[in-house]
């Protein structure tokens, strides 16, 4: 297993102070830019989306820690970050499941597709914790690590958009 078990009062800190930092970052991205941003939204969860989750584990076992960020995070879209970033809600992962099934990376021969980027990469938790990401737009494309865990792949995911003057 890689690092320790995601922790839901960090993914509550971590969604409040990225939330900060996005909010900053849109404020000035059509002076940076020269055109208005997209919607960049990071969705809190709610009764409907932990339905959603409950349905999602119903359907499949799930790492722990992606039934952790649902708890407390819906989804995120972020369309003017990096290439762009999209964390998946469970009901899309459900979704592709049932499409896809699961997929095989390196450590782990179910590993579960949750998120994406702006360029058709598709991210994988494997129950070692890692995660993955795709080395084509495909979901039969070989696998390469992404980050030890889902905490160090939030935490790439804020470097992405900029940490606040301190």
Known sequence: MSGEPLDAEWVRSWCGQTSVELGAVMASFEETHGFPPDANTLTLATADSHRSTDALVELTPIPSDLTTLYWVLAEASLPDIHTGCFLHPASL???HVREHGHVAVPDDPQAIVFASDGGGHLFALSDSRRVW????ASWSAGWQPAAT????FLEQLSHMIGPLPR
């Open 93 to 95: 992962v459900a979704a």
């Open 133 to 136: 990401r795709s080395t084509a």
């Open 149 to 152: 865990g889902l905490k160090d």
